[in-house]
């Protein structure tokens, strides 16, 4: 595993840079992007760099609530559009929905895999939305969330009971298939999980820690969240 530690401006343009290179490296290539307020960040900087190539990829949603009309503005499918898609010109858009999710990583793989999954963590350390005790061989799915990730996403719903309780997701087999993960997190609440992440055992406990069995994967840092593994 490759870990980069920077300021967190600095680190939303490396891994911009770095899926800008993908995408100008295999034009045409499938891509995971995972939504929430640290990858914003990423798809600010990259947006801003106004990479032509971009706009012939093909986007894969990482993970969405279940239950929301489409065009909701908390959906994940919403904000990436948002971010991300609409700015660089992505058409090509695949996002899981629970009547579909079993075709979805069929559908990854006739785009050729995944080149990339950009990701990031959650506190009890999911990854897209695969929480605590996901098995290492799951692909996309309808899974329940915790009260944990229901907490971290209070803020989007107007209070954790408006969360909803079900989401679908890619899961952790499907994002270690892809040929090259990123990881970003931001601030010292994701301290403790990335020091796991990174230290810890590979226990379906921590769904991030399979991360560690990945050939290419690269933990891109602030300063804060790489507190507890300096
Ligand atoms: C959410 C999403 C993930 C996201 C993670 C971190 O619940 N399911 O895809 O990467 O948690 O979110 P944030 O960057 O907002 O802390």
Redesign the pocket.
């Known amino acids: 595993m490759k870990i980069i530690i920077n300021s967190a401006d600095k680190i939303s343009e490396i891994a911009a840079t770095m899926i800008a290179d993908h995408a100008k490296a295999h034009p045409g290539c499938a891509m995971a992007f995972?939504?929430?307020?640290?990858?914003k960040r990423v798809y600010q900087a990259l947006a801003a760099m106004n990479v032509k190539e971009l706009a012939g990829c093909k986007a894969f949603t990482?993970?969405e609530f279940e239950g929301l009309e489409e065009g909701d503005k908390r959906s994940c499918a919403y904000r990436l559009n948002d971010e991300l898609y609409s700015k660089v010109g992505i058409t090509n858009i695949f996002t899981p929905t629970a009547d579909d999710a079993d075709k979805f990583d069929a559908e990854i793989e006739s785009c050729g895999g995944l080149e990339l999954a950009v990701?990031?963590?959650?506190t009890n350390g999911?990854i897209?939305?695969n929480e605590p005790a996901t098995p290492y061989d799951s692909y996309t799915r309808s899974v329940l969330l915790t009260d944990k990730?229901k907490q971290?996403?209070a803020k989007l719903f107007g209070g954790a009971e408006n969360v909803p309780d079900k989401a679908v997701t890619m899961g952790l087999k499907t994002i270690c298939e892809a040929k090259n993960v990123i990881l970003v997190a931001f601030g010292s609440e994701k301290a403790e999980i990335i020091h796991q992440l990174v230290y810890g055992k590979t226990t379906t406990y921590v769904p991030a820690a399979m991360l560690q069995m990945h050939m290419n994967m690269t933990l891109l840092l602030d300063e804060e969240a790489a507190e507890k593994i300096k």
């Open positions: 995972a939504a929430g307020r640290t990858t990482v993970c990701l990031g963590i959650g999911h897209g939305f990730t971290m996403n």
